[in-house]
């Protein structure tokens, strides 16, 4: 596809090189001209300088001709305005990136009478993964396929745990449970395991099950631990705005410490249910008054990561809940995931997961057949889900026939509602969901899973 993305930002210059990673023809458009030149020099892009909702602009970037255009500067009005430019002047898909309370609000009349094929809110679905988290403590990442039918789930296998010198295969058997191990971290290791590999403590397991079923699985293991009861937040941002709200409705008390004052009272009315504290996040002896001690989950949400970071690593010493720490900078991810931070939100990545799983299911429609995709460990991993079509290589062959790629397993497949674990005998069929988990990244399509 044909792909514009106005703002050159860590969010877009992230999308434009995955994007063009996956086959994309894509055009950058950024107001700065050291930042336009140096990515495009150094990248498989078009750098256009100038502002992005000036027409001239976008004729000049290839706007009539495009089939989408994702407008992701930091100026919410400007990505609206180069949507509206954009669906004027080329009659292509939308995508505007909306971070104000206020606009988000009233955000279906908006892409409605702009005619935008999508908004996202980087804090509001920062919000949500750290909500779902929080609903299921004992992982340390979830991710969702189906429309959240089917859950990847992430967690460290601790000191003491059943399943620690455990083969893959003695599962079943052992606990009675068939639950699907589809990877394994182990250091800086990815591992597709299969049923001799043996699970050891400290590694990093993945399974993918319904949410009913991993719950089962958790209390298998001994590992289930009961929703959270109450929250402290550390900053009254947005994100801890649409956290509190999202908390509250789950019935889980929320205390929120902000140090601005203004910004308290604004809290106090938007969230009254909340208990909202004027003070420093980062002044111990408040933490300790205010019960971080009791709490059973923390989350770190300041503007600063460094702040974000010492604040988790504090908590981790002081209280036994779950623990969430909100990274904004993505280049030193290596040493914070090396860190005692519990589960780390991205904003910026959970913003390109979504604008990426758009234009995937976009791209489905004229060619590709990827439906979902997650990059796992540094893009040493992918978890994709796959719609079958009918002229799919793979429908109505017994799965034990297929010569498939190493290091790769199909975890699921979803069937009219059922969710079907895969054994040799079944086949694919069309209008399936398959989901799968590799380390040979860049598939695109279902048949890429067999060998060539």
Do not use: W
């Amino acid at each position: 596809m044909n792909i514009i993305i106005v703002g050159c930002g860590k969010v877009g210059s992230t999308l434009a090189k995955q994007l063009s990673k996956e086959g994309h023809d894509i055009s950058i458009i950024d107001i700065n001209d050291k930042v336009v030149e140096e990515f495009s020099n150094s990248h498989d892009v078009m750098g256009i300088v100038g502002n992005g909702a000036a027409y001239s602009i976008q004729k000049s970037a290839g706007i009539e001709k495009a089939h989408l255009l994702i407008a992701v500067t930091g100026s919410d009005e400007l990505n609206l305005l180069c949507c509206l430019i954009a669906r004027k002047a080329g009659n292509c898909e939308t995508i505007a990136k909306v971070r104000n309370p206020i606009y988000y609000k009233e955000i279906g009349f908006i892409k409605e009478e702009l005619g935008l094929s999508m908004v996202i809110n980087p804090d509001y679905e920062a919000a949500s993964e750290i909500a779902r988290i929080l609903r299921f403590p004992s992982a340390i990442d979830i991710n969702v396929f189906n429309k959240g039918s089917v859950e990847l789930l992430s967690f460290k296998l601790e000191k003491g745990s059943i399943l620690h010198d455990m083969k893959v295969q003695e599962i079943r058997a052992k606990l009675k449970f068939d639950i699907l191990v589809c990877m394994v971290e182990r250091g800086e290791e990815v591992i597709i395991p299969n049923g001799e590999f043996i699970l050891k403590e400290n590694d990093i397991i993945s399974i993918i099950a319904p949410h009913k079923k991993a719950t089962e699985f958790f209390v298998k293991i001994g590992m289930i631990k009961n929703p959270v009861k109450n929250s402290m937040l550390i900053g009254g941002g947005d994100i801890s705005y649409y956290l509190a709200k999202r908390l509250i409705k789950y019935g889980i008390d929320v205390t929120l410490v902000e140090k601005d004052e203004k910004r308290c009272e604004e809290l106090s009315e938007l969230i009254p249910e909340a208990m909202i504290i004027h003070g420093d996040g980062t002044d111990k002896d408040l933490l300790m008054e205010e019960g971080i001690t009791h709490a059973e989950s923390f989350a770190s949400l300041t503007g600063l990561d460094e702040q974000n970071v010492l604040l988790s690593l504090h908590a981790n010493n002081n209280m036994n809940g779950k623990i969430i720490t909100k990274v904004n900078r993505i280049t030193f991810d290596e040493v914070i995931n090396n860190l005692n931070l519990g589960s780390i939100i991205y904003p910026k990545f959970t913003t390109m997961r979504y604008i990426l799983k758009y234009v995937r299911a976009m791209n489905n429609s004229i060619g590709s057949n990827v439906e979902t995709l997650y990059k796992i460990k540094n893009d040493k991993a992918e978890a994709l889900e796959f719609y079958v079509n009918e002229n799919s290589k793979l429908v109505g062959i017994p799965l034990e026939k297929l010569k498939l790629k190493d290091n790769l397993i199909i975890c699921y497949i979803k069937r009219k509602g059922e969710i079907i674990t895969p054994n040799g005998q079944d086949c694919i069929k069309k209008g399936d969901y398959v989901i799968v988990v590799t380390t040979n990244v860049g598939l695109q399509d279902l048949s890429d899973i067999l060998r060539s």
